[in-house]
């Protein structure tokens, strides 16, 4: 029996349908369930990491380097079951459910309990700090907040953003929780895991989960890039940008991610910024005069 190509293995190669074959549709389902197994990850590492630290040990925390990780590199894989998803035009109403539950464990639960163990557990009482009540409480408010936009997202068909940008360019409606995750993950990784211990400076992190939370369920204007194509062809800088990005991730991996999630995050602040300064100097035109009333006309 003669052996099926890769393009024949996953499409139908009847002329009346280019309908996938069923193997096509395990390939964006495959990626969601690595994505539900590193969130899984990320939430035992967490915990151990607390484990550890209060054996008394805390300095660098294996563990929560290893959870900052797994949300990481869930951050790709989510972005990468989708657009093959729309590749092999295997879309269905399964795997955006199944995408949505895998976002609340891994981008949600996970970078929560990360934030909480890293950022609260192992600080010294001190100025409104004086329990873990504060951390609890924002920790949960960053998993609510992730959780409404996901639903948010997926009832909504058509969101129109604050500042709605060019009508020729995609954009997300607030935050989306994997960039939200992806910045706690960066700060972890970007420390050396090694988990905050003044007070102070867990404050600044539970400012970082509010802003984020506030991100999340906001409409403000996120690029999504969805428009992007990587079918047709490639300008020689963007292969320079990009062989250069990958090494500078290879060797500087903690500056570099942390930088990059940051950017992002700022994105839809500096867009939003910029919207409402336009609108405020933007020319005002005078409105409109009454036309002057008209004499009546005089009849016989």
Partial sequence: MARLSLKERFFDSRPLSRRPRRAAYALPTLFTAGNIFLGFIAIIRSVEGALLGASGQLGNNPHFEVAAKAIGAAVVLDGLDGRIARMTNTVSAFGREMDSLADVITFGIAPAVLAFTWGVEFVTPGGFLMDHRAGYFLAFIFLLCGAARLARFNVQTNPVPANPGRPDRKYF?????????????????????????????????????????????????????KEINFKGPRSPLIVIFFGALIYLIWNYSEPVLLALASVYVATGIVIRAAGIIRRRFRPQHPPPQPAPPQPEQLTS
């Fill in 173 to 225: 409606v607030g935050l989306p929780i994997p960039a939200a995750a992806a910045i706690v993950a960066a700060v972890v990784y970007a420390t050396d895991s090694v988990p905050l211990g003044w007070w102070v400076h867990s404050a600044l992190w539970l400012g970082l989960l509010a802003l984020l939370s506030f991100l999340m369920v906001s409409t403000w204007r996120y690029p999504s890039f």
